[in-house]
């Protein structure tokens, strides 16, 4: 495995062991930087650090956490911090890495956040499955209260916060932040109307800042070691490290923690040890279901913000899964359309309706009875979602079919050829009436 | 900056006020926007996306913040990337929308294919098919062919009972959730809710018992597909076969504005098929409660009267208007001759319209020379309010309106059981639009889970709190001198006797601490609006009326929209018969009687100085054995009504009265609202309008009045009632169309367009400034606390009533006889649910089932009136509303 980071930034568990240990994780400089913080800064500098940083929000969107928080206005009380570890994209395991192994860092993550923004709570949602997860992390919550990191009066600072752990049921859609919040509050799992945006009106309609679990354990860093020590790393626009979660067709899946701006081949061949049996690339889903499918020939794309889009997709939360030619293209899709069907929220009828119709044409096809004209209906399909679905989550069910139609339409045309069209008079009953 | 906002809408200029939404902006220039999730009366949650348009905003330069202009010289628009919800986006200043463009074109027909790819297209046998959004717009943005998979289609059950009187079928729900919305914000009933999720969402009822809600029938009016109906009228008719006739509910005082939609038959008899809610936003907005959408079939019951009975050998037999007319007269004048005007009385009930009441007074005080008449019986017994008269809400009201700054005052009164409407209206002016709602009661009601305020007073003791709450006002310094000088006389007076009500003095007394009173006292006396309503279980005390009549005047809270009383008076036309003076110490339009009052209701039917009666509508045997005993031992009795009542059966002559939906005539409701209501359907042959019959036997007394219809009755009540004089029929109808209206469907769930203010009310004392109100207020008897059990007699909702009883849907709502008792007095008494209890007071006793409610507090025991065997009345009286009582079990 190559090492292109002399420290992992968040990842600092792969340096030290036992880093979830909190004495050993104060003796590796834990808590220096809330201790910092609440010595010697005023909340509205930790927020221009992290803007100055450029710390970008790691769940997908990539939205500049200073920025976010100070959205936050001042005179409202009280403030929420909700933490968004509700990791649920396909192929993504970072935030579960990060919470199990070092915990403590989400933490104070967390802690100078809130003292930025002014927040006396913060609750974090995972999904459903996190029991696990969710088992040391409280603990660690709890060795934090005792060494007096959170709680009234954290270090006699006059600051107080607590943390709660919150596990939903389970389900895609409550990692979209408006929907996370409506299910903390124990509504239905499904998002809300925008604006009012969460920074205004957010959990109990208070104001409130979301951010990926992965994006908060990013800011202790930062704020111990100063703007320049971070953005050393990653690139002017993308500044800092990442975590990429690789999976697939690879020697070596797992996290791996890259300064932005790495090469996907790096990831891919020196992390991932290249493609089992030596097989050549075929496709790269960079963010999950959500991806737009790259070739194989993208390769060389560096893996930051910008040259992800340039290249027509997105860096998104860094799950990186690698297809290789034993894998049919057609077949990869509709795996992805049968989680959207089986995720759709069904709050907006593109979304609810279109993925059911999507997964009802790919299982025609894929099942061997599909014909030219099911093919195209794809295209319309998307074509008819996208843009009018309520939230993210529907729209991103459009460029992972509409790629790949792109990419391997020769394997949708192989598997529908011979197939009969269907011959039934297409006549335009209402209009033959009126 | 300004309040208002220019946009244009496919090239339409138009202006509205900042904050409206584009669907509402283009509804006003006739743009159809369309929509199904979208409501105007509920939360905006842009979910169906049918109602997507492209949204342009003019241009500006970032960094100058100068607009951007084209070639032209004009500012460009920036159009946003995506098409926006118009059901969600506000206006803005100089926003382009293209609603009719291609691309919204092309958005609409997608989301279109979306919900019909399972829609199961059943419009041939489906109830909402002609009326129905998804037809309609599917006709007309909706692509003619079908490219989903009919093998795939997601199937649900076809008829998913939901509630027993609501079924559902998922295949054509379409998830806009207005029904579950409609339930938690406007019926205040969240007993709706999507269970899982994507395609397999669908809709469920949490509550036990499914639906338990008084208003499920508006969730299948604002559905805008076929997925709600109700069991009533499933199948009964297509829309567009039926008449739609414009009507007044008539089962209790808020006088809803009802639709009748009436189909011509095989017999080619006109049948009434449904009720649906007639928008009017300043009485019931769009909605109807359970009661009056479901219990319109006395009209239509075989068990009617069809023709005059009379009284021979013991049994009454058919008999022919002219015979039984000519023998009423006969026996009337004989009884008149022998024994004096004065034996002869008679009692009509408050569901008659307003020309049957004035010609039943018009018959006794002038043909037959009595003023021993009365609606007070059954559940108008306990109630008669004159607040009205001089301090009844301001002209203009309207509660949809009520909001911040205004103080609501509810005394005594569970609305939602008693006026179902004005329940989720007064609701709305607290949660929706932050109204200070205070509700105080006897118990705990319904009304508290949205009033910001609440007290619970002991029972019998509600006059001393609103004389508390006006001793406070007074102290406080609160009271509005200007108005009181304007309008009213004897301030001082009253001031003088307030001093032995001070907050202090009423707490321990009450129940309510002074700290409370002076609270309420504070908020109502200081807010903008006030407006108290007050209902029976209050109590029936000449001190609560004169208090609070007080309480509205010196605080300037009457005479103005917005402001004064409304009792919670229990049938259609209440306050006509107030009005019209069928008491016997009041003529007409509250004007003093000279001489001798009459006999009341309860005074006639106990004593024995009454030789014969005619009984309109009413059926005072049921309610008391005395009464019974009365009636039986009467010389002669008339009785008109539609059904062989108790009375009836005890009658010499009983005569067929039509029904509401079979005649016209005028309701005024408890907010003095005069309101028409037209013919539906075909009567029975030989039944008469009950105007009719009075004019009938008058005549046969010597009358000449030749009345030849209900307006012309009106007409003269115009000319003798001042009160009345604008409310010729004329007047009292406004152009209401009731031809279907495809947008008002679509946007407001319902075929009728009407948005009226029909109806008039009439002037207060409060508004004409030539009279003044003379305050004057009653010493209280005094209160005796009790260590017995308090039995409460509310008025409920699904009662026993003889009109109800028809409506074979709503049997299962119908309160089973039993008494409700509070969990501490059940564990005391060793109770538990189902068990008997003796419930005795006075030597009277009668045994029931309780069951354990934790809406009661220890002490009190609860039987409402008007149900099977009447329990209620024969422990309390008819005109009291509670008694000690002692309970044991049995």
Redesign the interface.
């Known amino acids: 495995m190559s090492k292109v980071l002399d420290r992992h930034l968040i990842f600092r568990h792969r340096d030290i062991e036992n880093i979830q240990n909190i004495d050993t994780y104060i003796k590796d400089d834990g808590y220096s930087a809330l201790k910092k913080a609440l010595k010697e800064m005023k909340p509205v500098d930790v927020t221009n650090e992290v803007k100055s940083a450029g710390l970008r929000g790691r769940g997908g969107a990539g939205f500049p956490a200073g920025v976010k928080w100070s959205f936050i206005p001042k005179d409202i009380f009280p403030k929420y911090v909700v933490v968004n570890a509700d990791e649920s994209e396909p192929g993504t395991f970072k935030d579960r890495e990060i919470m199990e192994k070092n915990p403590h860092l989400l933490l104070e993550g967390i802690a100078l956040c809130a003292y930025a923004v002014g927040a006396s709570a913060s609750y974090i949602y995972g999904r459903g499955e996190f029991l696990s997860t969710f088992r040391p992390l409280q603990q660690a919550i709890d060795d934090a209260y005792k060494h007096g990191f959170l709680g009234e009066n954290i270090l006699g600072s006059g600051f107080s916060l607590d943390i709660r752990l919150h596990l939903g049921a389970g389900a895609y859609i409550c990692g979209e932040e408006t929907a996370l919040l409506n299910s903390l509050e124990g509504l239905m799992g499904q998002p809300r109307n925008r604006p009012p945006f969460p920074a205004v009106a957010g959990l109990y309609a208070k104001p409130t800042v979301i951010n990926n679990v992965e994006t908060l354990s990013g800011v202790p860093y930062i704020i111990l070691n100063g703007i320049d020590a971070y953005r050393k790393y990653g690139t002017d626009r993308s500044p800092g490290t990442k975590i990429f979660s690789l999976s697939g067709r690879v020697n070596r899946p797992g996290n791996y923690e890259l300064p932005l701006g790495t090469p996907l081949r790096h990831l891919v061949e020196e992390c991932g040890g290249g493609v089992i049996d030596g097989k050549q690339v075929k496709g790269i889903l960079p963010s999950g279901a959500a991806s737009s499918i790259m070739g194989g020939d993208k390769l060389d794309t560096h893996l930051d913000y910008e040259s992800m889009v340039e290249a027509g997709s997105m860096l998104g939360s860094g799950s990186v899964i690698i297809l290789d030619e034993t894998i049919n293209g057609v077949w990869a899709a509709k795996k992805n359309i049968d989680f959207f069907r089986h995720e759709s929220c069904g709050k907006c009828s593109p979304c609810r309706e279109g993925t059911h119709w999507l997964k009802s044409v790919y299982t025609k096809i894929v099942d061997g009875h599909g014909t030219k004209q099911d093919v195209d209906m794809l295209g319309t399909i998307i074509g008819q979602m996208e843009g009018n679905c309520f939230c993210p989550l529907g729209e991103f069910v459009v460029p992972g079919v509409r790629t790949s139609l792109g990419l391997y339409m020769d394997e949708y045309l192989e598997m529908v050829a011979g197939n009969e069209e269907a011959s039934q008079p297409q006549k335009d009953l209402i209009h033959t009436f009126f | 900056m300004s309040d208002q906002v220019t946009l244009t809408i496919d090239g339409k200029t138009v202006t509205v006020p900042k904050g409206t939404l584009i669907v509402e902006a283009a509804k006003q220039i006739e743009q159809e926007i369309p929509v199904f999730c979208y409501h105007g009366k509920l939360s905006?949650?842009?979910?169906?996306?049918?109602c997507?348009v492209e949204v342009g905003t003019p241009m500006f330069d970032r960094a100058t913040r100068e607009p951007v202009l084209d070639e032209n010289g004009v500012q460009k628009i920036g159009f946003f990337?995506?098409?926006m919800t118009a059901c969600?986006t506000p206006v803005s200043e100089g926003m382009v929308v293209k609603v009719d463009s291609g691309a919204a074109l092309d958005?609409r027909k997608?989301?279109l294919?979306?919900?019909l790819?399972?829609h199961p297209l059943d419009c041939p046998v489906c109830d909402k098919g002609g009326e129905c959004p998804l037809q309609d717009l599917?006709?007309k943005h909706?692509?003619?062919?079908s490219?989903?998979?009919y093998e795939?289609k997601?199937h649900f059950p076809k008829k998913y009972p939901l509630g027993d009187l609501i079924v559902l079928d998922m295949e054509r729900c379409?998830?806009c959730t207005r029904c579950i919305r409609f339930q938690s914000e406007i019926a205040h009933d969240p007993v709706l809710?999507?269970e899982?999720?994507?395609?397999?969402?669908h809709i469920v009822s949490y509550s036990d018992p499914p639906f338990d809600s008084h208003y499920s029938g508006n969730a299948t009016d604002v559905c805008p597909v076929g997925a709600l109906t109700t069991k009533d009228f499933r199948f009964g008719a297509r829309s567009w076969e039926m008449k739609n006739v414009p009507s007044i509910c008539n089962h209790c005082g808020v006088g809803c504005n009802t639709v009748l939609g009436t189909r011509k038959g095989g017999s080619g008899t006109g049948q009434l098929k449904r009720v649906m809610p007639r928008q009017n936003e300043t009485v019931n907005e769009l909605w109807i409660c359970d009661k009056g959408r479901f219990g319109h079939h006395f009209n239509e019951s075989p068990n009617r009267l069809t023709t005059p009975l009379i009284r021979q050998d013991g049994q009454l037999v058919e008999s022919t208007w002219a015979d039984v007319l000519p023998f009423i007269g006969e026996k009337i004048s004989s009884i008149k001759s022998a024994n004096g005007s004065t034996a002869l009385g008679g009692i009509a009930g408050a569901r008659l319209s307003n020309e049957d009441l004035y010609l039943f007074q018009k018959l006794f005080r002038q043909i037959i020379g009595s003023n021993n008449i009365d609606h007070r019986v059954g559940l108008n017994a306990n109630f008669e309010d004159t607040t009205a008269y001089t301090v009844g809400v301001g002209v203009g009201t309207d509660l949809s309106q009520v909001g911040k700054g205004s103080t609501i005052l509810v005394i005594g009164s569970d609305l939602d059981q008693e006026a179902p409407i004005l329940y989720i209206r007064v609701a709305g002016a607290s949660v929706k639009r932050s109204a200070h709602v205070i509700n105080i009661g006897g118990r705990r009601t319904k009304l508290d889970a949205q009033a910001q305020t609440s007290a619970y007073y002991q029972y019998g003791t509600a006059s001393y709190l609103v004389l508390g709450i006006l001793a406070s006002v007074v102290a406080q310094g609160l009271v509005n001198q200007e108005w009181i000088d304007r309008h009213a006389t004897g301030f001082s007076e009253i001031t003088k006797l307030l001093q032995d009500f001070a907050p202090d003095s009423v707490a321990d007394t009450t129940g309510v601490s002074s700290a409370e009173i002076e609270a309420i006292a504070k908020s109502y006396a200081e807010a903008e609006n006030g407006i108290i309503i007050f209902g029976h279980e209050a109590g029936n005390d000449p001190a609560l009326g004169a208090a609070i009549e007080a309480l509205a005047a010196v605080t300037g809270h009457a005479g103005k929209p917005n402001n004064g009383v409304i009792a919670v008076l229990p049938h259609a036309n209440s306050r006509g018969a107030a009005d019209m003076g069928v008491v016997p110490n009041r003529l007409l339009g509250y004007l003093p009687l000279e001489g001798e009052a009459g006999l009341s209701a309860e005074q006639m039917l106990s004593g024995n100085s009454i030789k014969g009666m005619i009984i309109a509508g009413a059926d005072p045997a049921s309610e008391s054995d005395t009464y019974r005993e009365c009636l039986q031992n009467l010389d002669f009795l008339v009785v008109q009504d539609l059904f062989l009542t108790e009375t009836a059966q005890l009658a010499d002559v009983v005569l067929p009265a039509k029904a509401v939906a079979e005649r016209d005539g005028t309701f005024t409701n408890l907010e003095r609202r005069v309101q028409t209501f037209d013919v539906g359907i075909d009567s029975p042959l030989l039944a008469w309008s009950d105007w009719l019959i009075l004019a009938a036997i008058a005549g046969q007394l010597g009358a000449d009045w030749g009345y030849a219809s209900a307006d012309g009755v009106m007409a003269e009540i115009t000319q003798e009632v001042p009160l009345y004089q604008n409310m010729a029929f004329e007047n009292l109808v406004a152009p209401v169309s009731l031809d279907r209206q495809t947008d008002h469907y679509i946007y407001e769930g319902m075929s009728f367009t009407a948005d009226v203010h029909e109806g008039i009310q009439w002037a207060t004392v409060a508004e004409n400034e030539q009279q003044k109100i003379t305050l004057q207020l009653v010493v209280p008897e005094n209160h005796t606390g009790s260590d017995e059990i308090t039995l409460v007699t509310p008025r409920i909702l699904y009662d026993g009533g003889r009109l109800l009883a028809e409506t074979d849907v709503v049997q299962s709502h119908v309160f089973q006889t039993r008494a409700l008792l509070s969990s501490v007095d059940a564990k005391k008494l060793g109770l538990n649910n189902g068990d008997s209890v003796t419930i005795s007071q006075n030597g009277t006793a009668v045994n029931l089932p309780i069951q354990i409610s934790r809406m009661l507090n220890e002490g009190t025991i609860l039987i409402p009136r008007n149900i099977e065997g009447r329990p209620a009345e024969r422990l309390v009286g008819s005109s009291d509303v509670h008694a000690s009582v002692k309970v044991k079990k049995s």
Not at chain 2, 44 to 50: A, H, K, L, P, S
Not at chain 2, 196 to 201: D, E, F, Q, T, V
């Open positions: 905006q949650v842009g979910m169906c996306r049918m997507l990337p995506k098409p969600t958005d997608a989301v294919e979306f919900l790819t399972s599917t006709m909706g692509s003619g062919i490219r989903f998979n795939e997601q379409v998830i809710a999507i899982n999720r994507g395609r397999h969402a």
